[in-house]
C-alpha cells in the first residue's frame, strides 16, 4: 500500500512547457492527500519554482528541489537539508564547463547567478519563478557553497562534457541530465533518491511503500529509493527501462491516471 508519492515536475507532472499541471494530476494528488498519503515534489527547480505545486497539497510538505540538494518544507520553509559544493570542487567543475565553451549558472541559495542574461535565463525565470541576479565572475560564488552548477549545450556538447566529468571527478561529482540539453553538477551526496529516502526515515515511510514518478535521467536515483517505479511514456528510453509501470505522457495526465489506479488497489 503507498503511503508517499514522490513526483518531477518538468515532463512528469506538469504539462508540456511547464507552466501549469493538468487538472487530472490536481485532483488524483488531492485524493491521495486525502487518504493520508504525502505528496513529495522532487525537481531540479529552485525551491520556489517546487514550493508553488506543493502548497496544493494541505499541511506543511516537505519540497526536494535542486535535484536533491535541498529540502525544505512548504509552508515553514524549514530547512531539512541543504548540501553544497566544497570551494574548491566548485571551482573545478566551474573550469570545465568553461574550458567547454559552456555559459554556466550557478544555484546559490534561492537565486541563481549568471554572468549574462540570455533567453534561456529569462525563460527560466518566466516557466518557473526563478529569482536570477548576473554577476562579473561566477568564481567569486564558489566560496557560497553553491548547490547546483548547470550549463544548456548542444545534445553532443552535453555528452562530451558528461564524459569528461565524469572521467575526471568519477565520484567526487554528480553528473547528471534534466533534458538532452542540460547538464548538471552537484556534490556526490546530492541526488533526488538521497534526499527522498532522507525523507522517507523522517516520516516513518518504507521504500516499498513510495511511488516514484519522473521522465529523465535525474530521476533515475530518485528510482531507487522507491518501491513503484513510474516513468512517463514521453520520458527517457534508460529511465523507462528501469521502471515497473509506464505511465501516459504528461500532457495527458499520466500521473493522475496511475496514482487513481494506485489508490483503488489500497481498497
Known sequence: MIRMIATDLDGTLLAPGGLS?????RAALEKAASLGVRVVICTGR???GGRRYALTAPGDQPVICVNGAVV????SETYLRRVGFEPGLAREALDR???AGAKPWFYVGDVCFAEESSDALDALKRRT??????????A???????????ALLTPQQVEALH???TARFGPRLYVTR????????????????????MVARRFGVAREEIAAFGDNYNDLELFRAAGIRVAMENGARELKEQADIIAPPNGEGGVGQIVERLLAQRR
Open 21 to 25: 499541471m493538468p487538472e487530472r494530476n
Open 46 to 48: 529552485l525551491f520556489a
Open 72 to 75: 525544505r518544507m512548504s509552508r
Open 97 to 99: 564547463f568553461r574550458a
Open 129 to 138: 519563478g526563478a529569482s536570477v541576479e548576473l554577476v562579473p565572475d561566477l
Open 140 to 150: 567569486a560564488k564558489c566560496g557560497e557553497r553553491p548547490e547546483k552548477l548547470l
Open 163 to 165: 564524459g569528461d566529468l
Open 178 to 197: 534534466s533534458s538532452e540539453r542540460q547538464i548538471e553538477a552537484l556534490a556526490p551526496q546530492a541526488n533526488k533518491g538521497l534526499a527522498l529516502a
